[in-house]
């Protein structure tokens, strides 16, 4: 089996410079892993945290899924259901798809057609 190579960069708010390698046997878990300690490193990530809970629906689903599903895949469903038991107010699954539908054309999000679902994936963009 060959070996696998994952090399992660990221420019925090400050502009220090973070370069991480990892070469191995890598699974999934490992390089969420990694993800979750490069994010912490990433101070404006969390300063957006700081303030004040969003106020629009739009920007409550996205906040929802940076801190609910920051690296991995989520269908519409485990968005309404993070939603509902966060901000313990019902929303239409439609309302939901809306918004992720809204976040795919801007490029925030990538989705991907498994069985009779969507599944969405944060883009995770190069500093």
Do not use: C
């Not at 090399?7 to 991480?20: A, H, M, T």
């Not at 690296?71 to 107010?89: H, I, K």
Request: net charge negative; no cysteine.
């Amino acid at each position: 089996m060959a070996r696998k190579k994952v090399k992660i960069e990221l420019e925090d708010s400050e502009g220090s410079k973070y370069s991480i390698v990892v070469e191995g046997n890598l699974t999934r878990e490992k390089v969420l892993k990694v993800f979750e300690m490069m994010n912490l490193l990433d101070d404006s990530s969390n300063e957006k945290y700081d303030a004040e809970e969003p106020n629009s629906l739009g920007e409550r689903i996205m906040h929802l899924i940076e801190e609910e599903f920051p690296y991995g895949e989520f269908t519409s469903s485990q968005v309404l259901e993070a939603y509902e038991d966060r901000y313990n107010e019902p929303i239409k699954l439609s309302m939901v798809s809306t918004y992720l539908a809204r976040f795919t054309s801007k490029g925030i999000l990538a989705r991907n057609r498994s069985g009779r679902e969507w599944r969405y994936k944060r883009v995770l963009l190069k500093h």
